[in-house]
């Protein structure tokens, strides 16, 4: 079965900065578009990065600038670089694996950004 695992998620004080992994037993990540997705309590779930196959990335304006989206090939793992987090940015953070033919969801990790 597959499982994308998120982890790295926690509290973190207005400025600071996290950074979360998403991993992944029985699919090789390195040949999907991996994507983070968020969604804060009341609001609907919003892409914030995504990375293709060949490297592209994009990124919601919201983060542009303080966050990156990256993989370790080596490690079947993608991440997300938080910096100068805000409170806007509380949310629970989904990673997605997706082709033409399937996507893959994580559980969700947790970050809350508050002093």
């Known amino acids: 079965q597959v499982q994308l695992v998120e982890s790295g998620g926690g509290l973190v004080q207005p400025g600071g900065s996290l950074r979360l992994s998403c991993a992944a037993s029985e699919l090789p990540l390195m040949i999907y578009t991996m994507a983070w997705y968020r969604q804060a309590p009341g609001k609907q779930r919003e892409l914030v990065a995504v990375i293709t196959s060949a490297g592209n990335k994009r990124y919601v304006n919201s983060v542009k600038g303080r966050f990156t989206i990256s993989r370790d090939n080596a490690k079947n793992t993608v991440h997300l670089q938080m910096k100068s987090l805000q409170p806007e940015d509380t949310a629970v953070y989904y990673c997605?694996?997706?082709?033409?033919?399937?996507?893959?969801w994580g559980q969700g990790t947790q970050v809350t950004v508050s002093s």
């Open positions: 997605n694996a997706r082709d033409n033919d399937a996507a893959y």
